[in-house]
């Protein structure tokens, strides 16, 4: 993607690895439902960085109910022609006949909404911040997301499906979140019960076996975790691997407070892991 000096930007969509094929297309299109794709393979602990766009044909507060074709045509004309030139791939997608298709009276198919509808789409996905990790691993890699420059716009980071999301509109709460998510106790946890076979790794549900408790900005230990967790963000930007090292062994020390832990109950935890 880059930008034209008329505001407009130049995208080029990807077919490498796609489940169905489809021709690559370079078509010029408005920025305003570009938003930064964040998939599996650009998910790290302390750092997520997008590497991929994607239309987002519905605007916030709409929920499932996708932008109407004649919207799309006055207000992103050249959107809206981008996307009639997959119009039969996207009216096939299993995802579109099951949630937006229905009989009507006399037994025909009937759609109930745009061919570009997408299923998945709700506040969740315009939130400022998310914590991400990956689906697919071995253990619990979260990072913090959000508000990258597009096109010349901040907008929120939207995490493909194979990367669970926490949302959050308070960049000082998801920072907290995010440090204990990668601290020993809440990892050992998640590790231990996949393992056990007791659920997908990886996926929300692990959110009901180890439970993260709810922010408190009054909380010295919450606020302490919040900023450890914003100079892991920073340091695993700049490749500094040995003061990452202490700060994600200091996080263990505060998050061993959050939940009163001894610490030799800490070190038997960090050797499990290990």
């Not at 998939?39 to 994607?54: H, L, N, T, Y």
């Not at 010295?220 to 090292?245: F, M, P």
Request: aromatic letters at 10%; charged letters at 25%.
């Amino acid at each position: 993607v880059y930008k034209r000096p008329d505001g407009l930007v130049v995208v080029r969509n990807i077919t490498e690895g796609a489940k169905v094929k489809v021709d690559e297309v370079t078509e010029t299109i408005e920025p305003d439902l570009l938003y930064p794709l964040l998939r599996g393979r650009d998910v790290q602990r302390w750092r997520a960085e997008p590497s991929a766009w994607i239309l987002i044909t519905h605007l916030p507060g709409m929920g499932l109910k996708a932008i109407s074709e004649r919207d799309m045509q006055i207000n992103y004309p050249r959107t809206y022609g981008y996307l009639k030139q997959f119009e039969k791939v996207l009216r096939e997608r299993a995802a579109f006949k099951r949630y937006f298709t229905r009989k009507d009276k006399n037994g025909r198919i009937a759609e109930t909404g745009p061919f570009y509808s997408m299923f998945d789409v709700g506040t969740y996905t315009f939130a400022p911040w998310k914590v991400v990790w990956t689906r697919v691993g071995n253990d619990i890699t979260a990072a913090v997301a959000g508000h990258p420059d597009v096109a010349g716009e901040q907008k929120p980071v939207v995490p493909i499906e194979t990367v669970t999301l926490v949302d959050f509109t308070d960049f000082t709460e998801a920072h907290y979140f995010c440090a204990v998510a990668n601290s020993s106790p809440w990892r050992l946890v998640i590790v231990a019960t996949a393992v056990h076979g007791t659920g997908g790794f990886g996926s929300p549900n692990v959110l009901e076996k180890a439970r993260i408790p709810s922010f408190d900005p009054n909380d010295s230990v919450h606020l302490r975790l919040a900023e450890l967790s914003e100079q892991a963000h920073e340091t695993a930007k700049v490749g500094d691997e040995l003061r990452l090292r202490e700060i994600e062994a200091e996080i263990d020390l505060w998050a061993a407070k959050l939940w009163n832990l001894s610490d030799d109950e800490l070190r038997e935890i960090q050797k499990s892991l290990a």
